[in-house]
């Protein structure tokens, strides 16, 4: 059998992006007319994909540079929370100080 060298999703998305506004019924008339055979659930679910973001992967995240602290950086927050009053208040701070910035 002869390997399909036209993906049909691609085919749709084509279509949509030249008619955004095409319906279901439009769209398979249009491909039919290119002798492409899609069915109405592969365009529901190519437009679907269009209209939500793409979405990320679960697991553990990235670290970064910037998510690792040192020791010393963490002595300092302690120092901080203990000259505010507590972690309570400092995370009340920095919060403000979140929206502020």
Known sequence: ?????????????DYLTEHPDAGTKEISEALA??????SDATIYNV???????????PGRPKSTANDEM?????????KLAEQLGGVKSARQA????AKLG
């Open 1 to 13: 059998m002869a390997k399909r060298t036209v993906n049909m999703s691609q085919a749709v998305r």
């Open 70 to 78: 040192s020791i010393s950086t963490l002595l300092g927050a302690k």
């Open 47 to 57: 437009k679907s994909s269009m209209k939500t973001p793409a979405r990320r992967k």
């Open 33 to 38: 007319k290119q002798q492409m055979s899609v």
């Open 94 to 97: 920095i919060n403000v100080l």
